[in-house]
């Protein structure tokens, strides 16, 4: 329950960080335009793409994608006047708020390239990158090191993600143990 508060208060957090002719979708969708993002070879809409990126954990905090080959690269917003540049609306403080919880950041980098590989089977690596002041996460996962950590196909974590989620996202220790092997923190 804590969390399903938490979920709605921390999105309508973000919904009141845009004013009504702007709204983030729009302003990622602006800055999408001045990133190259072809996807041919990958037969993936980059307008859908962007929405499911900007529906994952943090996703507000993303700066537009890039694809290189069959790899996705992620980068989030990691400073206050680079955001600000992207959403005029919003506060230093409601920027803060978004990293103020390491877990929000531990889950982002655990289940969003998950999510990626079990909605576009054809992307073959993600890699994520926050660069805080105090802090820098990077991650490089590509589905065969998904698949063998796991011991489950793509196919098999799409035929049950409730059970992919109960394992390594709900659960705090196989969390942190996939987030440790993965994750590179400095």
């Known amino acids: 329950m804590k969390y399903l508060l938490f979920t709605i208060a921390f999105a309508l957090f973000f919904a009141s960080c845009s004013d009504n002719t702007n709204s983030n979708s729009e302003n ?9 993002n072809d996807t041919p070879d990958l037969a993936i809409d980059a307008n859908e793409l962007q929405t499911e990126l900007l529906n994952m954990r943090l996703g507000s905090m993303m700066k537009p994608f890039k694809i290189e080959g069959k790899t996705l690269k992620v980068n989030f ?11 005029p609306m919003c506060t230093q403080d409601e920027f803060k708020l978004a990293y103020e919880d390491t877990k929000d950041i531990e889950k982002a980098f655990v289940e969003n390239p998950v999510k990626v590989f079990y909605k576009y089977s054809n992307i073959e690596q993600v890699n994520m990158k926050l660069v805080l002041a105090e802090q820098k996460y990077s991650i490089e996962l590509t589905q065969k090191q998904l698949t063998d950590y796991c011991g489950q196909t793509i196919d098999e974590i799409k035929k049950d993600y409730a059970k992919f989620q109960e394992t390594y996202f709900f659960d705090a220790v196989k ?3 996939f987030f440790d092997k993965f994750v590179k923190t400095n």
Not at 29 to 34: Q, R
Not at 77 to 87: H, M, R, V
């Open 28 to 36: 990622q969708d602006t800055l999408a335009k001045d990133e190259k």
């Open 77 to 87: 917003f990691g400073e206050f006047e680079n955001y600000k540049k992207a959403f």
């Open 175 to 177: 969390r942190k143990e």
